[in-house]
């Protein structure tokens, strides 16, 4: 079946949704906090990347550094969950570390603030005033998060595929209408799209042994797989940096033949994988 990528505000009820469709539905329940805790396999390290980044965004210079290995680990500990579809993944931002493959359903809730303003009075047990300003604070750090990290507006409805307003529809009337969507044939995960998302897994895990390697760790190096071959993408190399390189993609299970192309590193961009796939979108 489908993979449903839920974005949503702070306080936005989105949580009870997510838990009736799931039990009428009988996928599986996947959270940001869930991916953080795949990250902390590979170690401190990897945890301090997480938590130093999810602390700010103002610091560009200091935190861009982290960045592009948040990226790598969050995109591998994403790719290994929804493997096998079946998933409804809800966050903020985090349909963006994957391409737009046909099975990946992107849905945008929001809520009014006459809807939000009682719920964050209730669990903050504060005043309206308070709750008013928690929220204005957690969307404008979600909008900046997202724009750090990845160079988009969250709020840009052209990034998903389908926009609901629960001030206007009841939980049951939505979950109804998520629930027809991820069981539609033409939205189901075919042999083919689950082999695009075997090379993109493919390709996270050999990412993120290089990003979790001290001796590579400063590179940016990107994966790529074509034609049964990894191709490889980063800086000039000396040959003994290479051969370390190519050493550690090698290692990764699955990678049989491995290229190196120096010359560019670039970061994570969305739109040449999104541009790959696109003829696979519903028309």
Sequence with gaps: MAVLFISRGTVSGVQILINRLCEVTGFRCLSREDLVKEISRHGDWATTVVEQLSKSTSAYDHFSRIRRPYIVLMRQA???????????YYGFSGHLLVPRLKHFVRVRIIAPLSLRIPMTMERLKCDEESAREYIRSSDDYQVRWARFMYGRDIRDSALYDLNINLGHLSIEVICDVLKHILIEEDLRASTELKAQVEQLFL????????????????????????????HLNGPYLEDANLEVVMGIARSVDGAAKVEYSPGYASQYRLEEHEEKYRSQLPV
């Design 203 to 230: 390709a996270a895990n050999i990412e993120a042994a290089l990003v979790v390697d001290p001796r590579t760790r400063e590179l940016e190096i990107d994966a790529r797989i074509e034609d049964g071959c990894v």
């Design 78 to 88: 994403l790719l290994e969950k929804i493997r096998e579809d079946n998933v409804v």
